[in-house]
């Protein structure tokens, strides 16, 4: 099983509503990475974990809030969003730990387009 | 900052011609990765090329690393419909005191029948 499954694939919320998105990994990595992206733009990075610890936290807005609950399960729980943070929610993983020069292989899941009304 | 330039962003040629994206930083990066992303997906990676000047061939791909570790091109040849897509560089290197993958900007390619 060499997939990253994220959940759901689309996604519609008003600014007052808390949803979540999933993803989920069994090839064993041990670093998952959360990514938005808007139209036509590259990922940008917005949390890393490793080892089941948040590593990297790019300055997020706190409505934005992951979570791994093990080694194969990420979550990004969503609170209170605005209009400008519609985008396409990618969800990876890796083999290492995302702490060294890495030159991991990065498994993406085909993402979760969300639009905030 | 460690940026990373592509360009072109849009590159719109006719089936069975050559192409060259080019992916340019001022910054060393210990590697750097090619990915492919087709509308609705992530991104899949192609190739990653780690020593300066390193040329890796994938089918009609071909990748170079620049000798100094800032740069890194990939040429099409003979381009075919299945190879539009966005087309993303990324770096590994440090930032913040942490080692990251950092992506380009980005080529967007179209390639008509």
């Known amino acids: 099983d060499t997939e990253v499954t994220q959940t759901p694939k689309h996604l519609v919320m008003g600014m007052t509503n808390k949803k979540s998105l999933k993803c989920e990994q069994h090839?064993?990595?041990?670093?998952m990475y959360w990514y938005k992206q808007k139209a036509k733009k590259p990922p940008e990075l917005m949390f890393v974990?490793?080892?089941?610890?948040?590593?990297i936290n790019e300055s997020v807005p706190s409505r934005f809030s992951p979570e791994c609950p093990n080694s194969s399960l990420l979550n990004l729980h969503l609170h209170a969003l605005q209009p400008e943070d519609s985008a396409l929610y990618l969800c990876?993983?890796?083999?290492?730990?995302?702490?060294?020069?890495?030159?991991?292989?990065?498994?993406f899941g085909s993402g979760t387009q969300l639009s905030v009304l | 900052t460690q940026l990373l330039e592509q360009s072109p962003q849009f590159l719109s040629i006719q089936e069975g011609e050559n192409l060259t994206v080019y992916c340019n930083s001022s910054?060393?990066?210990?590697?750097l990765q090619w990915y492919r992303q087709e509308p609705g997906e992530g991104p899949v990676l192609l190739v990653t090329?780690?020593?300066?000047?390193e040329v890796k061939k994938l089918k009609r791909l071909t990748f170079q690393f620049g000798d100094a570790r800032k740069d890194s091109s990939l040429h099409i040849t003979a381009a075919q419909t299945g190879d539009t897509g966005l087309y993303l560089c990324?770096?590994?290197?440090?930032?913040?005191?942490?080692?990251?993958?950092?992506f380009g900007s980005g080529t967007r390619l179209l390639v008509r029948p």
């Open positions: 990876a993983s890796s083999q290492g730990a995302a702490v060294y020069p890495t030159n991991e292989k990065l498994f």
């Open positions: 090839m064993g990595h041990r670093a």
């Open positions: 974990y490793s080892y089941e610890k948040l590593s």
């Open positions: 910054s060393v990066f210990s590697s």
């Open positions: 090329v780690v020593t300066g000047g």
């Open positions: 990324a770096g590994a290197g440090r930032e913040d005191s942490s080692y990251k993958l950092i």
